[in-house]
């Protein structure tokens, strides 16, 4: 399957919270991401709520529903689930971690994974966790929140900023995407503050 980092730019969607008997009513939101016009690289299947044989369920579910049509990144933030489920990972394209587990992570834990050419990347809110991610060999990360997290138009999680986050992505050996309440419509001003794109939840709820 061709590696789309190659790409020079694109959008990583992840799923919302998902259970393996909802995946046949998101079929439409997966087929209108493979039309995207932004080009969606890939999809990371993320559930931090299931157990590690439900989310098993759910990824085997989802890539079987995709049948190759779009490349699928396991989202692992437990270290004995990532190495539990080698069987998992080998049917994937490739491999999602959160910036705590980057830090638990040794790069001989991820050579197999290399050897196979596995898309491999990590979540990371500053310079020091792009450097982890680098130095682990990871071919990209995803940088934010770019802007404030509102609920009730009160601030839950303040955001990086674009001026932040361009200084930081433009010093990052590995392709840096931007997350953090954008939409489609946030797509170009990413790119022009060096992300490669653009990656969060509603890259896959705003398929459309």
Request: include cysteine; charged fraction near 25%.
């Amino acid at each position: 399957m061709e590696n789309n980092l190659e790409r020079k730019y694109g959008s990583i969607a992840i799923t919302p919270d998902l259970s393996p008997e909802s995946i046949s009513s998101y079929i439409n939101n997966l087929e209108l991401i493979r039309r995207n016009t932004h080009k969606v690289e890939f999809l990371i299947i993320r559930n931090k709520s299931l157990k590690r044989d439900e989310y098993q369920k759910l990824a085997e579910g989802i890539m079987e529903l995709l049948n190759g049509k779009l490349p699928c990144i396991l989202h692992f933030d437990n270290l004995d689930s990532f190495m539990r489920m080698n069987d998992l990972i080998s049917k994937s394209c490739g491999v999602h971690f959160t910036s705590s587990l980057l830090k638990e992570l040794k790069k001989n834990d991820l050579l197999k994974y290399f050897e196979k050419k596995k898309i491999l990347g990590g979540s990371c809110h500053n310079q020091d966790e792009i450097s982890l991610a680098s130095n682990l060999g990871l071919n990209y990360c995803i940088l934010g929140p770019v802007k404030d997290k509102l609920i009730d138009k009160k601030i839950i999680t303040k955001g990086m900023g674009w001026d932040k986050f361009s200084d930081i992505a433009k010093k990052s050996s590995i392709k840096s995407y931007a997350i953090g309440s954008l939409s489609h419509d946030d797509f170009d001003i990413a790119c022009k503050h060096f992300a490669c794109g653009i990656a969060g939840i509603s890259m896959f709820n705003q398929s459309s």
